[in-house]
T-cell receptor, first 112, second 110 residues
Framework: DAGVIQSPRHEVTEMGQEVTLRCKPI?????LFWYRQTMMRGLELLIY????????DSGMPEDRFSAKMPNASFSTLKIQPSEPRDSAVYFC??????????FGPGTRLLVL | QKEVEQNSGPLSVPEGAIASLNCTYS??????FFWYRQYSGKSPELIMS????GDKEDGRFTAQLNKASQYVSLLIRDSQPSDSATYLC??????????FGAGTRLTVKP
């Protein structure tokens, strides 16, 4: 079975531009998580969904960040407008209930 | 106080030795505990999970949990150079979201 799929794998953009990250969870998983990882702050939970419904978005840094999950097989994380401090690796993970989380390969975002 | 704390390392051990990684957590209601391994430039992958006090062994890996002391550890026996990675401790608290420690970087020297 395919694991968690993320796209793009790398994104370079200029400050002020909109960035959209995409994630396809493992089929049958009912939880989806978005994380951000930086050297300074480590791995941070941004938001998670259960059955497509956002449950906890307290980790979303500010209003420039938004996430959606229109169906069980697709989620997006959008940053608008992007800033250099948003540069990080963004991971999507999925799980069945609160079991093991399986991570996607990540999207490396660089905002110039 | 951070919710999940780990020594950042780096921890260096010779090949064949036992590597001991430690983690403490602040929420006494925490229910589930995980160790993830992350190679440089890769995503975290689960290596162990533990839910009750005591030891859990899986091959060369042993996870130890002590809820009274709010402490979880990972022992790697017969360490190999391929074990060189960052090890992330993760804890699922009462609010059901998973919090990660900053990770301990392990280097196994041949």
């Amino acid at each position: 079975d395919a694991g968690v799929i993320q796209s793009p794998r790398h994104e370079v953009t200029e400050m002020g531009q909109e960035v959209t990250l995409r994630c396809k969870p493992i089929s049958g998983h009912d939880y989806l998580f978005w994380y951000r990882q930086t050297m300074m702050r480590g791995l941070e939970l941004l938001i998670y969904f259960n059955n497509n419904v956002p449950i906890d978005d307290s980790g979303m840094p500010e209003d420039r960040f938004s996430a959606k999950m229109p169906n069980a097989s697709f989620s997006t994380l959008k940053i608008q407008p992007s800033e250099p401090r948003d540069s990080a690796v963004y991971f999507c993970a999925s799980s069945i209930k609160f079991g093991t989380q399986y991570f996607g390969p990540g999207t490396r975002l660089l905002v110039l | 106080q951070k919710e999940v704390e780990q020594n950042s390392g780096p921890l260096s051990v010779p090949e064949g030795a036992i590597a001991s990684l430690n983690c403490t957590y602040s929420d006494r209601g925490s229910q589930s505990f995980f160790w993830y391994r992350q190679y440089s430039g890769k995503s975290p992958e689960l290596i162990m999970s533990i839910y009750s006090n005591g030891d859990k062994e899986d091959g060369r890996f042993t996870a130890q949990l002590n809820k009274a002391s709010q402490y979880v550890s990972l022992l790697i026996r017969d360490s190999q150079p391929s074990d060189s990675a960052t090890y992330l401790c993760a804890v699922t608290a009462n609010n059901n979201d998973m919090r990660f420690g900053a990770g301990t970087r392990l280097t196994v020297k041949p």
